[in-house]
């Protein structure tokens, strides 16, 4: 028997500076700014993460942003096209304003699925959507941010994936990550996970654009959950039984993962639920300076030396 996913743990992109990326996330849409660490695999660059008031799974949105250095992605097929976040639907005004006042166009609000619609993008060009439901998880709010706790998002509803054909990265879903078709409605073809709940959704667009080119301004990756690295396991030899080249167990810190392209381009990670955020600071202290792994621990100075400048916007007060 297969594992099955609860669905979204992360959706990873590129973004240009730092700054600009950073203030949007907390100070535009009051998400928590809950790790500040470095690509691990790319140690000069930063690894931002937004989420709500204790970084829960499913809820943080993670970014390289690369600054001058980094090129222009171009979107396409094997790419996120859109980033869906909950809200409850007494909070959908209080989001058209607070967008438009910060002069942030927005498209919608339009139907979808019985649900309401608004979308726009962040300053790099990602697109993100705002789904007022009554399905809405409680989350965790976060006690200093800019909106009130009953307006904050409340974590992912789903993501929006483009692809040139649908059979193919469809399969993947229902016969690599336990998903099932739910319903299509104007070209969407909606999959849900089998545990259903907050984050269960992908949706898959069907694109005649070529093949995407990753950089700023797209969606690197899209992580799944995993309870703990015995799952990943499982999920390793199952995915690999799909055909499947999927990567080993990495230590993240934070979490582990394994990491898999499926056929339409788009890359899959499935990641672990914990250990968590506070694993190398404390709940208080969390986004407020720069953490390293202990096997960078000894390069900080090198490491601080050549990555951009940059003001936290939680020290912004």
């Known amino acids: 028997m297969p594992p099955t996913t609860p669905g979204l743990h992360h959706v990873t992109g590129i973004a240009g500076d730092p700054q600009r990326n950073a203030e949007f996330y907390v100070e535009t849409l009051g998400l928590r700014f809950v790790k500040q660490t470095v690509n691990h695999d790319d140690k000069y660059t930063y690894h931002f993460y937004f989420g709500d008031?204790?970084?829960?799974?499913?809820?943080?949105?993670?970014?390289?942003?690369?600054?001058?250095?980094?090129?222009?992605?171009?979107?396409?097929?094997?790419?996120?096209?859109?980033?869906?976040?909950?809200?409850?639907?007494?909070?959908?005004?209080?989001?058209l304003d607070r967008l438009e006042s910060n002069e942030i166009d927005v498209a919608g609000p339009t139907e979808r699925f019985g649900e309401t619609v608004i979308e726009f993008d962040d300053p790099d060009g990602i697109t993100l959507a705002l789904v007022a439901s009554a399905d809405a998880p409680d989350g965790q709010p976060w006690e200093a941010s800019s909106i009130p706790a009953t307006h904050q998002l409340r974590g992912f509803h789903s993501v929006t994936l483009a692809v040139n054909e649908i059979d193919p990265t469809a399969n993947v879903l229902t016969e690599?990550?336990?998903?099932g078709f739910e319903?299509?409605?104007?070209?969407?073809?909606?999959?849900r996970s089998a545990a259903g709940g907050p984050g269960s959704?992908?949706?898959?667009?069907?694109?005649?654009?070529?093949r995407g080119q990753m950089g700023t301004?797209?969606?690197?990756?899209?992580?799944?959950?995993?309870?703990?690295?015995?799952?990943?396991?499982?999920?390793?030899?199952?995915?690999?039984?799909?055909?499947?080249?999927?990567?080993?167990?990495?230590?993240?810190?934070?979490?582990?993962?394994?990491y898999f392209r499926e056929p339409g381009g788009v890359l899959f990670e499935i990641a672990t639920m914990g250990p968590g955020f506070t694993v190398d600071q404390n709940h208080d202290e969390l986004g407020t300076e720069l953490a390293l792994p202990e096997w960078l621990a000894d390069e900080r100075n090198e490491i601080e030396s050549r990555l951009p400048s940059f003001d936290n916007p939680v020290d912004a007060d």
């Open 183 to 191: 319903a299509e409605e104007d070209g969407r073809h909606r999959y």
């Open 217 to 258: 301004g797209t969606v690197h990756h899209v992580a799944y959950k995993a309870e703990d690295t015995a799952e990943q396991e499982q999920w390793r030899d199952h995915l690999a039984s799909q055909n499947l080249r999927v990567t080993e167990i990495i230590d993240r810190k934070y979490f582990h993962s394994i």
């Open 176 to 179: 690599g990550l336990g998903y």
């Open 53 to 95: 008031g204790e970084g829960t799974p499913g809820t943080n949105i993670t970014f390289f942003p690369w600054g001058d250095r980094g090129r222009p992605g171009e979107f396409g097929a094997g790419q996120t096209r859109v980033t869906t976040y909950f809200i409850l639907p007494e909070s959908l005004d209080y989001w």
């Open 201 to 210: 959704i992908v949706d898959l667009v069907k694109t005649e654009q070529p």
